[in-house]
């Protein structure tokens, strides 16, 4: 089994690079761009600048992959809602090169998508319910997926929400201002770490989700290449809750005192303030996964469970 990851040095495509070569021993070919990893990864490493058709025709004639897991993306939506180009090249372009030469060579392609294809109103979300965005970001991911889906038969839609863990190939990053739950829970065990109060909207931002540990993800994304299911997956964690409760189960997981975290009341103008934009959030995007479980006939992680394997990362990795 062959498979080509792009976005090497994230979370996500760093631990799908881990678990591929590592627990199925696949061959596995990540690409990076702009960032080199800092840490060995179990894998050859390809530039690759998925904006560039040249450079992909390139990578896909040498490598010859099975799948092309495409996890490569700027996962920044105030940088996408001021500069819609780039993200229009990045996940537009750059996913309509991949799809093109998935299918002339008849490559399963493995798209990541977001639970922000929702407007958050009307939770939980089947794979089969309608996307309605309400950011730059959301809608950059829906046409990802339009565009998958409109080129090339063989392909599978994998959402992932509220993603957490350890980034195997560089820093894991730790998110300053986290208005959604990506990398919640490695904000919330940080703070704990260091004794700091942790005060969670209740409004406003994105306040209820589906948190996922990056290897679980990756374990599900595994599963549907060797399965080769096609369609749309919901590859999150199983269970949906809010920041606050979150924050509590991280500290009773990792021995933390729940005293730390508290709930905040604030106005709406504060998150103008806060954000420094006009970044509109989806409330609960809550993602329900029982179509995907039924599927690939494997259990996504719940909660607390997802956190205890997180910690026994952390251990064994030394992080």
């Known amino acids: 089994m062959r498979i080509l ?16 070569a590592e627990k199925y021993g696949a061959k596995v070919i990540g690409t990076i761009h702009k960032t ?34 495409h996890c490569a993306a700027l996962v920044d939506p105030i940088i996408l809602e001021e500069n819609h180009s780039i993200g229009w090249k990045i996940f537009v372009e750059g996913t309509q090169n991949l799809a093109y030469e998935c299918k002339k060579n008849n490559i399963k392609m493995i798209f990541i998508s977001s639970d922000w294809v929702f407007d958050g109103l009307n939770p939980p979300y089947r794979e089969n319910s309608i996307p309605h965005p309400i950011n730059y970001y959301g809608i950059l991911k829906v046409v990802g997926e339009t565009v998958v889906q409109s080129i090339y038969k063989n392909y599978a839609i994998a ?15 730790i998110p300053e201002k986290p208005y959604g739950f990506g990398s919640l829970s490695n904000y919330f065990l940080h703070k704990l770490q260091v ?5 969670e909207w209740t409004d406003y931002i994105n306040i209820k989700a589906n948190p996922t540990l990056a290897s679980d993800a990756a374990k599900v994304l595994i599963n549907i290449c060797i399965k080769d299911q096609t369609g749309i997956f919901h590859c999150s964690g199983r269970e949906c809750t809010t920041r606050v409760e979150l924050a ?3 500290a009773k997981i990792f021995g933390f005192d729940e005293q730390l975290i508290s709930t905040a009341f604030k106005d709406k103008n504060d998150l103008k303030k806060w954000i420094g934009g006009n970044l509109r959030l989806p409330k609960e995007t809550c993602l329900d996964t029982t179509e995907t479980e039924e599927k690939l006939n494997r259990k996504n992680l719940g909660i607390e469970e997802g956190l205890i ?11």
């Open 195 to 199: 004794g700091e109060e942790i005060k």
């Open 36 to 69: 080199k990893p800092l840490k060995p990864l179990p894998c050859e490493l390809e530039f690759m600048d998925i904006t560039d058709n040249q450079q992909v025709i390139k990578s896909i004639e040498k490598y010859k992959p099975d799948f092309i897991v």
């Open 248 to 250: 509590k189960k991280v």
């Open 309 to 319: 394997e997180f910690k026994k990362e952390i251990e064994s990795s030394g992080e």
């Open 159 to 173: 959402r992932v929400s509220g993603l957490y863990g350890i980034n195997y190939a560089i820093r894991t990053h």
């Open 5 to 20: 990851v792009t976005g090497a040095t994230g979370l996500l495509g760093s631990n799908v690079i881990k678990v591929a």
